[in-house]
T-cell receptor, first 116, second 114 residues
Framework: AQTVTQSQPEMSVQEAETVTLSCTYD???????LFWYKQPPSRQMILVIR????KQQNATENRFSVNFQKAAKSFSLKISDSQLGDAAMYFC?????????????WGAGTKLIIKP | NAGVMQNPRHLVRRRGQEARLRCSPM?????VYWYRQLPEEGLKFMVY????????ESGMPKERFSAEFPKEGPSILRIQQVVRGDSAAYFC????????????FGNGTRLTVT
């Protein structure tokens, strides 16, 4: 069974600086998707970025980028130029591409605090 | 295009009562997923439905919990005879026919059992 581990319960960063959130996962599959979701206090789960495992190029979305290391099963999220609005819980999630498995497997989350 | 709509946003029930949580997927989405989130934890899969069909309910307790996604109307997650341990945030997500498309989440329903 697949598992997702986020080893940092909480991270803090000064506004305008860069922070990296860690995520590791375990799977025997070769094709899958990885996601980072943001959950602000409003509780809505917002997709931040997605990475297809077959793509070697790291995904980027404006200030958000990932460092995807498939062999190491690592999928970290880098937030550049941190803003106050980035404060939230961040969840890493895995999704298989096999027909029989379509659930999102979630990490426990990392609380990101932005210091003004 | 409205997003995934869940209601109510907050629901308070006494032990033994029934809780009904509603989810209207995004327009054009035919797949609905229900997840439960306990405090300080990530989401846990409960059930996956398509219109009029339960595809996978392996994450849902076999007793007291049921889910449906009728041909017309929202998906309903029903919890009978609620207990304090059912207190959690319940999220609904939807996706189009392409299952590998990202899930779109609603704002969740926070159920509190007193």
């Amino acid at each position: 069974a697949q598992t997702v581990t986020q080893s940092q319960p909480e991270m803090s960063v000064q506004e305008a600086e860069t922070v990296t959130l860690s995520c590791t996962y375990d799977t025997s599959e070769s094709d899958y998707y990885l996601f980072w979701y943001k959950q602000p206090p409003s509780r809505q789960m917002i997709l931040v970025i997605r990475q297809e495992a077959y793509k070697q190029q790291n995904a980027t979305e404006n200030r958000f980028s990932v460092n995807f290391q498939k062999a190491a099963k690592s999928f970290s999220l880098k937030i550049s130029d941190s803003q106050l609005g980035d404060a939230a819980m961040y969840f890493c999630a895995y999704r298989s591409l096999s027909d029989s498995n379509y659930q999102l497997i979630w990490g426990a989350g990392t609380k990101l605090i932005i210091k003004p | 295009n409205a997003g995934v709509m869940q209601n109510p946003r907050h629901l308070v029930r006494r032990r033994g009562q029934e809780a009904r949580l509603r989810c209207s997927p995004m327009k054009g989405h035919s797949h609905v997923y229900w997840y439960r989130q306990l405090p300080e934890e990530g989401l846990k899969f409960m059930v996956y439905l398509q219109k009029e069909n339960i595809i996978d309910e392996s994450g849902m307790p076999k007793e007291r919990f049921s889910a449906e996604f009728p041909k017309e109307g929202p998906s309903i997650l029903r919890i009978q005879q609620v207990v304090r341990g059912d207190s959690a945030a319940y999220f609904c997500a939807s996706s189009p026919l392409d299952r590998v498309a990202p899930l779109h989440f609603g704002n969740g329903t926070r159920l509190t059992v007193t």
